[in-house]
């Protein structure tokens, strides 16, 4: 029997009411802004974007304000919004070569063409709370030094050059889109990254912490991780010709691992590839190592049945809106599904007692 | 410095321009009629695998379309980062007039200060980048002595 079950009406809206004052917190404080959102909490707004899988500094931190900084509901309501906007185009592919870098580290090279430049970074601070921060206090002005207007060529072009490192794959053809066509598996590699980039930080870390562990064997270096501005082109068809329609901060990474060789290729190093919206180095490493991993049967490695070898299930269960959406959902009325389940087991004991009865 | 006598290049100054510096500097929109009224929309950005390979989808940035024509003829186009309406409707306003006899007084009292200010915030962000370069240097170790 199907009963349809309307109500709950006024709750609902009095949750939300109490919800959006819970929100605001103690109005004897003051609100927090987009802006300081923006500018103060930038590590969150980074991820939220790169996730949410759209790149806009104030829409990522209002998210975050909404969402009473619950970041995956802030990137679900990110996701939300961009189902509403028209698609202008796509951009040119940027050029990671010509980012203004703030940050560039190589852990193979120590001397490079553009050096190693630290940016503003957590490695090397003591992860000590600073208790100066829970008062008001202006830092200090960051040093300056002259910059060197060089190109900061990317340092995997110098294995490149006496054939060390195998070269990127190239293709001509448009990449093929997962918001516009639902995944299919075997996914192309432009398909895997697109997922990885856009998959939450904590699976994505712990399948490349797996790699490393042993469950799919990575030994990756970081070949070069650049944090930096790159500029964005588009084709604009009125016009004929690209424009710079904006810049986007981007985090790449490089990573290099060991290959034995194959009946095909010599002995070299592969490579795995991570790029990623904002200042997000934990994820992009990471990314480049889930998709070194997933390059097995293309390589000609063993299958160990390592998690971080499955790509049906890795690019599956990386989207933690697909995630959360699923999960949640049990937390949903399911009144009608859990009667026919207590009627089944009612069913199922009374029979057992029945037969229980006449064996004895 | 960005040069700012070709269209690519001012069209990318301004849409990287802030949208709040441009108002300041550009504040009355000449006559005009819309050919597209500014419509927010999302671009999808590209990398390449592994920098220099096969195109990918990175994720979409939002951005704001704007065309318009001056009653002298002249088309202008803008395509600006973010959802500032107002922003793309400068940008393509710029565009149509730095074509026309007036561009020469609008590179100067626009695009200079646009191109000197992006200039000067580039280059601080560069020289703190550049404090942060690492320095290496040898140490003697006893055995070698």
Partial sequence: ?360 | MPQTSHRQDWMGLLARAKPARLAELFPDLPDHHLLRAPEVGAVMVQGRIGGDGAAFNLGEMTVTRCSLALPTGQVGHGHVQGRDKAHALRAAALDALLQSPAADDLRRRILGPLCAEEAARRHTRAARAAATRVEFFTLVRGEDQ
Wanted: negative net charge; contains cysteine; glycine residues 6%.
């Fill in chain 1, 1 to 360: 029997m199907y009963v349809a079950v309307k109500g709950g009406e006024r709750a609902i809206d009095n949750a939300h009411a109490w919800l959006a004052s819970e929100r605001r917190g103690d109005t004897a404080l003051a609100e927090l802004s987009i802006a300081q959102i923006r500018e103060q909490l930038t590590l969150a707004v980074n991820r939220v974007m790169a996730e949410g899988s759209l790149y806009d500094p104030d829409l990522a931190a209002l998210a975050i304000k909404q969402a009473r900084g619950d970041l995956i509901e802030a990137i679900f309501l990110i996701r939300a919004y961009r189902t509403t906007l028209p698609r202008l185009g796509a951009s040119v592919p940027v050029d990671t070569a010509k980012m203004a870098v703030v940050r560039r580290i190589s852990a193979t090279f120590k001397d490079l063409p553009g050096g190693q430049v630290l940016g503003p970074t957590f490695d090397y601070t003591h992860r000590l709370l600073d208790f100066k921060l829970a008062a008001e206090c202006a830092p200090e002005t960051p040093a300056t030094a002259p910059p060197d207007p060089a190109a900061v060529p990317h340092v995997t072009d110098f294995l490149n050059r006496d054939g060390l490192i195998e070269v990127n794959p190239q293709s001509a053809a448009p990449p093929s889109d997962l918001t516009r066509a639902p995944m299919e598996l075997p996914a192309s590699r432009a398909l895997r990254l697109q997922a990885l980039t856009r998959g939450d930080e904590g699976f994505i870390l712990s399948m490349a912490y797996s790699t490393q562990r042993g469950y799919g064997r990575t030994h990756a270096f970081v070949g070069e991780l650049r944090i930096g501005l790159v500029a964005v082109e588009m084709e604009i068809p009125e016009l004929g010709f690209a424009v710079q329609i904006g810049e986007v901060e981007l985090t790449e990474c490089d990573s290099v691992n060991q290959f034995k060789g194959s009946k095909t290729e010599p002995p070299q190093f592969t490579r795995g590839y991570g790029l990623v919206f904002g200042q997000t180095e934990r994820k992009s490493i990471a990314m480049s190592l889930v998709d070194r991993s997933l390059r097995w049967a293309e390589l000609g490695e063993e299958n160990t049945g390592a998690p971080a070898q499955d790509e049906e299930f890795v690019l599956m269960h990386a989207d933690n809106i697909q995630a959360t959406g699923f999960l949640e959902h049990i937390k949903l009325p399911h009144y009608v599904d859990f009667q026919a389940e207590l009627e089944l087991v009612r069913k199922l004991r009374a029979e057992a007692y029945a037969q229980q009865e006449a064996a004895e």
